[in-house]
């Protein structure tokens, strides 16, 4: 990346990013409120449009473009995605309105993290049973409620290109709902080519992340919604495994076979 292209970039990306978070934020966080969810415009909760339009701002302050292939059905689901990059959540929610299964860290963040409280997000500390006990109580709660959730099956943003095991333990809810289960494909394109150093480089903290984001040149992001799974009478790990193979298989095949 030559600098100089980055540098202006990075002088309107920067001022943009500032302005979206400190007045875009607050009109987010509050049409999330109850209110929000019961003010429709047309057919579609005031809540979801401003998420979707929040998030995506953030994508086109990042210079992602998307493109969707498929569509999110009403309803709740259990939506499980690979997981690329830390954008990959305000990529998701620029289509679709879902509270997220997070780490716990999130909710301490500035800003995002009252908008990923006010957006339904469940958190999650790593390595406690009781919390993932509690995690799993809320998924199964909200999808009794008709309510999309959303995981990243992998565990987090591991290292290496293409499509990680996907863990069985977060499919128990989608089963103890009755609910199914929505496969995603999350990819990242340049060029005609995977962008795959959208991701963490090895050692690279967030902070070094995100300006090394803020100042990328513009790249692709493709959703593929994949066909739904049922979740009734199978067990958690072939469901898994059932929704890895078609992520990994969509995530595998040549790019613009649309």
Not at 13 to 39: A, Y
Not at 130 to 146: C, H
Not at 202 to 215: D, K, M, S, V
Request: proline fraction near 5%; aromatic fraction near 8%.
């Amino acid at each position: 990346m030559k600098l100089f292209p980055g540098i202006l970039r990075l002088t309107y990306r920067l001022p943009m990013m500032l302005l979206h978070l400190i007045f875009g934020t607050p009109v987010t966080v509050l049409c999330q409120s109850e209110w929000g969810r019961s003010t429709h415009l047309g057919s579609v909760p005031l809540s979801e449009i401003t998420s979707r339009w929040w998030s995506s701002v953030i994508c086109r302050i990042f210079g992602i473009r998307r493109r969707i292939k498929g569509e999110f059905k009403s309803g709740a689901q259990l939506v499980a995605a690979n997981h690329i990059s830390w954008l990959d959540i305000a990529l998701l929610h620029s289509f679709a309105s879902m509270g997220f299964v997070a780490k716990a860290e999130i909710n301490s963040w500035p800003l995002l993290g009252g908008l990923a409280r006010a957006g339904a997000t469940v958190f999650h500390q790593r390595g406690c049973h009781d919390s993932a006990n509690g995690v799993a109580v809320a998924m199964v709660n909200r999808l009794k409620e008709d309510r999309r959730v959303a995981i990243f099956p992998e565990g987090g943003i591991l290292p290496g290109d293409g499509v990680k095991l996907f863990h069985a333990r977060m499919f128990a809810a989608a089963i103890d709902a009755d609910r199914p289960v929505q496969p995603v494909m999350l990819r990242y394109l340049r060029n005609g080519k995977r962008y795959d150093d959208i991701t963490f480089l090895r050692g690279e903290h967030f902070a070094a992340n995100f300006f090394r984001l803020l100042i990328q040149k513009p790249c692709m992001a493709e959703v593929h919604v994949l066909p739904l799974i049922e979740s009734s009478g199978k067990q958690r790990r072939p469901l898994a495994n059932e929704t890895e193979l078609q992520v990994r298989a969509a995530f595998e095949s040549d790019i613009g076979d649309d």
